[in-house]
């Protein structure tokens, strides 16, 4: 089993610190593929999320989100209200209140303690692809390059391919091989129709709603991409090149 809790300790402890220095005009800073959300707002709903979950608040199973949208509204509404709670809180509170939760949910994410009866059996890696989707976001407002060979990105990498063969076999989409530095996966059903190669940061983030579908033709691919952009992300693209 992958080691959890120390991808999230190493990622979180990351972000901390660079967070530490952050002046008043770091944390009013919109997230450009989220301007709605500042980093003080992306690090609230962080710390949010993981006081929801030692605390058994949090027992929605969102992971359909990508396909109905009723679950993602109300994901989005379970997480602008962990905003909304901490909107009078300064970003250095938030992130004690971060490092004051983190003790109790890294135990859970290893297995040492049980999370709260009614929490979905996959909460774990949900949280972990939290931090590191909303991590490079922040880092990303802030012209940071960072983590992004660290045990989580790869671990999220590793995840977000599998959601992606969940998309392509739910859609009856053909087979599609993927190269991302030393690695390679085939997924979906049948013989690979088309083949994808990019480097493994670009292409978590493509997965994840990061990269335009402009960007993410820009891939070297051998085979048609028109088949796969409207489901290579369970979340909207952006409409403009997202360059970090």
Partial sequence: MPDLAGALREIRQALTEDLATADAGDWATSIPTRPQWTVKDTVAMLAGFAGALIEGRWTEDYSDSWADREILDGLHLALDRLIGERRDHSGPQILEEWDAHSGRLEAMMAGDERFPIGTHPFVGWSYLWAVVQNGHNVWAALHIAKARDFQATMLCLESAVMWLDMRLQATGRPALRLHAG??????GDGAPRATVTAAPFD???ALSGRRSLDQIRRFDWEG?????LDVFSPFEPPKEAFVE
């Fill in 182 to 187: 030393s690695r390679d996966w085939v997924i």
């Fill in 203 to 205: 292409l978590l983030r």
């Fill in 224 to 228: 048609d991409a028109e088949g796969f």
